[in-house]
């Protein structure tokens, strides 16, 4: 999605929040679960002008796991040094910092902070960014992310028999194939006064989200036994064509994902992006979108998929609590200030498309 925000005002505003300039290095990030997981904050779109203090609502929930879906920092750039300076500017941030100390963060990217806005998989540098981008997330240097053929996805298990949670973060930028134009987009921009133009540039057309190797490799992920799993996306995947970032801008990829999924048993899809929370349902997969950790929100975007007008503009996270016990998944938006903005349940019968 575009950044209705002054490029200046993000440089200027990027330090607002943060630890003394005395940089201490990266987050001591905490070491991931290896009992049953119960608890998942999830998120994106991460601006940097101001405190963020939904990090510090989100360790007061005190989670299990925390699950970032990218734009987890607007660097736009193709320079892995300028990447490097934004993540950084968010590790310094004293919230962040504490969080990450107690509670597990597993991540992948979206545009911002794989490139530039809109990026694909034509990015020149792109090796390079995922090498700073698991630098600064801890990842070992055997991490298999970090020779992996197409990109920063990963997959994890975590449980007991009977309770095993599967998350899968996909990557849907490395391997992205440049998207149609509509000609009759009105662009990439909401004017912060005037009509808001929820139409952007692009229209369904032909060619990949997610190219030949993670196809494979997602095949082989969703064979390993799981009671439940969590499939990340960075972008929106049971939303109609808006003209903005959606897997509807590739039906042939998004009918593919389906066919997938509908053997994986009981899933849940996690999306960001498009600075808004929503739940959308599409051919019996639903689609749990948490967009605006710390953004602009937008204007929410016709969508006939969403379920029940479950849908917030504001700064929030998204949190996933499980019940191993009564097979059901409860799903809410939370803002900063740790009030629930909107909420849904739903059983594994029903997850299980």
């Keep these: 999605m575009p950044v209705p925000v002054p490029l200046l005002l993000v440089a200027l505003a990027g330090t607002v929040g943060l630890t003394s300039s005395a940089y201490a290095g990266p987050p001591r990030w905490a070491e991931l679960p290896d009992g049953a997981v119960q608890r998942i904050a999830i998120g994106s779109c991460a601006y940097p002008h101001d405190r963020q ?8 929930a005190a989670p299990d796991l925390v699950v970032l879906l990218g734009d987890n920092v607007y660097a736009d750039t193709t320079e892995p040094t300028v990447l490097a300076e934004a993540l950084e500017r968010l ?6 910092r504490r969080l990450a100390r107690r509670t597990p963060f597993l991540t992948t990217w979206d545009d911002h902070d794989y490139g530039p806005n809109d990026a694909d998989g034509r990015h020149p540098a792109k090796e390079a960014m995922r090498q700073v981008t698991l630098d600064f997330f801890g990842a070992a240097s055997s991490d298999p992310r970090r020779t992996q053929q197409g990109g920063l996805y990963g997959a994890w298990s975590f449980g007991p028999p009977g309770q095993v949670l599967q998350v899968v973060l996909l990557d849907t930028r490395w391997g992205l194939s440049p998207r149609a134009i509509d000609p009759a987009g009105r662009g990439h921009s909401t004017p912060a006064d005037g009509p808001p133009r929820p139409d952007g540039p692009y229209r369904p057309g032909e060619g990949q989200i997610l190219d030949e190797a993670q196809w494979a490799w997602l095949e082989q992920a969703l064979a390993t036994p ?3 799993r969590i499939i990340g996306s960075s972008i929106p995947f049971a939303t109609e064509a808006t003209g903005w970032e959606t897997w509807s801008n ?10 997938l999924l509908r053997d994986a048993g009981p899933v849940l899809v996690a999306s960001g992006d498009v600075h808004y929370g929503e739940l959308s349902r599409y051919q019996g997969i639903y689609d749990l979108t948490s967009s605006g950790l710390s953004t602009d929100p937008y204007r929410l975007l016709p969508n006939r998929y969403r379920v029940d007008d479950v849908a917030y503009s504001g700064d929030h996270y998204a949190m996933v609590a499980v019940d191993w016990s009564a097979h059901s998944v409860a799903m809410a938006w939370v803002d900063p200030q740790g009030q629930v903005v909107a909420s849904h349940q739903l059983g594994f019968s029903t997850l299980d498309p």
């Design 250 to 259: 590739f039906p042939t990829e998004q009918a593919r994902l389906t066919e």
């Design 53 to 60: 203090p939904v990090w510090t609502a989100i360790r007061r």
């Design 226 to 228: 799981a009671d439940l």
């Design 91 to 96: 590790g310094r941030r004293r919230n962040l």
